[in-house]
């Protein structure tokens, strides 16, 4: 076992073995438990891969490149992290159109919403009228980016829904080393290699690969604006390219998901006033930034400062309506409507929870086992929050820790706390802190690891539970 300082530098067989088998364990329990509502073996298949390889090749792989040159390394992260997303991106496209007879997931909405709004702004420019998609258009400004972005590559490629995907796997090819340098400037090379391993195969990122959604580009965007803004800060040289990237990116954002743009900004704004590399009194940087909030608030586009006050003033309603929509909507889950903050809160960091019971189902029955990934790596992440506040480190990776929970806060008040989707602009940062909660541990930590799972066990089965009672099914 290769150690450093009497700490493990790479994820054990000892957390990925047993992480694999309490998956199995699950998996038999609830189809025993829940017999007439077994998960249908379609999806077991497909969990049972999403999980085996992630954490079979997480262990394997960061014990074999721990120790090649950073350049060959990165080399081999892009590449096999673009050739895994490539060979998924078409064998899904078939899967899809087998399954649904379309290359759409199942009962796609916005992604074909996307990919007909992108085809629509097309005419538009054809009929020369495409300044009407600005101007006549009520969508809302946190979702048009997407739709743009279509309408960039369908007019330059053609209209194949392949082609944008193809970009989705280059985008996270990119990210699994955009995340790298982001670890290595703050933690150091060791679990900038785990934490690039962890995003080439985490299951999650994989998914949306091969989607028409605007998920993978967006997570991106925010990835690489945290990235670029954090490098310009830190460097003794401020370059005007990086800082005009950087506002680029950041920018952008807002025309992908309004939360998470103002999370995104909030986390820069805040790093800004307490890093202590900065070489400014706090006074100082704290009035200019106060300046700059003001100055960039009222020149957003009037819509733009509309969404962000609306979510801010009634995120409580927000999460109330949207339980209740749970609740009485076809199929939905009659319990939903008890959720609270209080309740999901809890659960943000730890959910979503899998679907391992049929519950008619499909998208998120099929990624039931990227679900279970997640739920398990958190583990590594709250070791490692706990590492860095013991150390007294919370201000020097100020940042990373309000990006990633800024955003999770946000979104315990907005009705999708357990929803994955939402969750994915989190799953980077988590990885995050989870490479260096991994290269922090030694063997008197590993006692903590069964509880957490044990934890787990019963949070599945009680999920499982409440999403077959809510729907009177047992």
């Keep these: 076992m290769s150690t450093e300082n009497n700490k493990i530098t790479f994820l054990s067989n000892y957390f990925t073995s047993k992480a694999i088998l309490l998956y199995v364990m699950l998996l038999s329990i609830c189809s025993v438990l829940f017999i007439n509502y077994s998960l249908p073996l379609i999806w077991i298949l497909f969990g049972l891969i999403e999980v085996i390889s992630f954490f079979y090749f997480s262990n394997i792989l960061t014990i074999k490149w721990a120790h090649i040159s950073e350049k060959e390394f990165k080399k081999r992260v892009f590449l096999t992290s673009l050739t895994i997303r490539i060979l998924y991106v078409v064998i899904i496209y078939f899967f899809f159109e087998y399954m649904t007879g379309k290359p759409f997931e199942f009962s796609a909405a916005d992604s074909e919403g996307y990919h007909n709004e992108a085809l629509w702004i097309i005419d538009l420019l054809g009929q020369g009228r495409f300044s009407a998609y600005f101007t006549e258009y009520t969508r809302d400004y946190g979702d048009r980016g997407y739709p743009l972005f279509l309408f960039g590559i369908y007019f330059i490629f053609g209209s194949s829904i392949i082609i944008p995907r193809l970009v989705n796997a280059f985008l ?120 700059f909030v003001l100055i960039s608030y009222k020149s957003l586009p009037d819509q733009i400062v509309s969404e962000v006050n609306y979510y801010i003033l009634n995120s409580e309603n927000n999460l109330e309506s949207q339980m209740i929509h749970f609740s009485n909507r076809t ?58 506040f013991r150390k007294k480190l919370f201000l020097q990776y100020s940042l990373l ?57 019963v949070l599945v089965i009680a999920w499982n539970w409440f999403k077959l009672a809510g729907r009177g099914l047992i």
């Design 401 to 457: 820790f309000i990006t990633l929970f800024s955003y999770l806060f946000i979104l315990s008040f907005s009705g999708f706390a357990l929803s994955e989707r939402y969750h994915l602009p989190s799953i980077p940062f988590l990885i995050i802190f989870a490479s260096y909660g991994i290269s922090e541990l030694n063997k008197k930590h590993f006692k903590y690891y069964i509880p957490y799972l044990v934890g787990i066990f």
């Design 331 to 388: 199929g939905g889950n009659k319990y939903a409507q008890f959720a609270s903050k209080t309740i999901l809160s809890p659960l943000v960091l730890i959910g979503p929870i899998p679907t391992l019971v049929d519950t008619a189902q499909p998208n998120p029955m099929m990624i039931n086992g990227a679900m279970f990934v997640r739920n398990v790596f958190v583990f590594f992440a709250i070791f490692g929050t706990i590492i860095i």
């Design 172 to 291: 996270g090819a990119w990210m699994s080393i955009i995340t790298y340098k982001l670890v290595k400037r703050n933690f150091g090379e060791s679990p900038a290699r785990i934490a690039a391993i962890l995003t080439m195969l985490l299951p999650n990122l994989i998914y949306y690969s091969g989607l028409t959604l605007k998920e993978t580009l967006m997570v991106f965007l925010f990835v690489a604006f945290i990235e670029r803004a954090q490098y310009f800060l830190d460097s003794n040289r401020k370059r005007l390219p990086i800082l005009i990237t950087a506002i680029m990116l950041g920018t952008s954002l807002f025309f992908f998901r309004t939360v998470l743009a103002t999370s995104a900004w909030l986390s820069i704004f805040v790093y800004i006033t307490f890093n202590k590399k900065i070489g400014i009194p706090i006074v100082i940087r704290a009035i200019f930034l106060v300046i």
